[in-house]
């Protein structure tokens, strides 16, 4: 409230996709009362935030170069979040990105990487989300 927002950008479901199946249902939960919870205030003093809910990157594969997961389990977590995501987000009428499937097109159309350790987005990425690109 101290900001007065007018827009909030959330950003959800990495660190959550952790729980995997498992969690599902509560971060479902938590993220519907977090959105009727932001919906509901005024922190500009006159009228609720716009809100966006913004999914999580997919995990490169990295593995021959970094040593890293090849992402398969991540991804496949990553997938369900990003899902229960834009269901929670159509529900409650906010706007939803996905760059899980955003992400997971660039790293299939090029040949470089687009992350630092298959998490990070690194900086040729950076520029790509900044300038709104598709992938290719």
Known sequence: SRLRPDVMIAFFGF?????????L??????????????RSQKYNGVAAPYLALVSPIAFEDLSVTHGTPDGTVPNANLALYTAAMEVV?????VKFVNLFSLTQGWYESTDEPL?????????????????GRKPG
Do not use: P
Not at 16 to 21: C, H, K, L, T, W
Not at 25 to 38: Q, S
């Open 15 to 23: 660190n959550e996709s952790f729980e995997g199946v498992g969690g």
């Open 25 to 38: 249902e509560n971060f479902k939960a938590e993220l519907e009362d977090f959105v009727k919870h932001t």
């Open 89 to 93: 987000a159509a529900k409650q009428k």
């Open 115 to 131: 992350t630092r350790d298959g998490a990070l987005l690194n900086e040729a990425a950076y520029d790509r989300l900044s300038a």
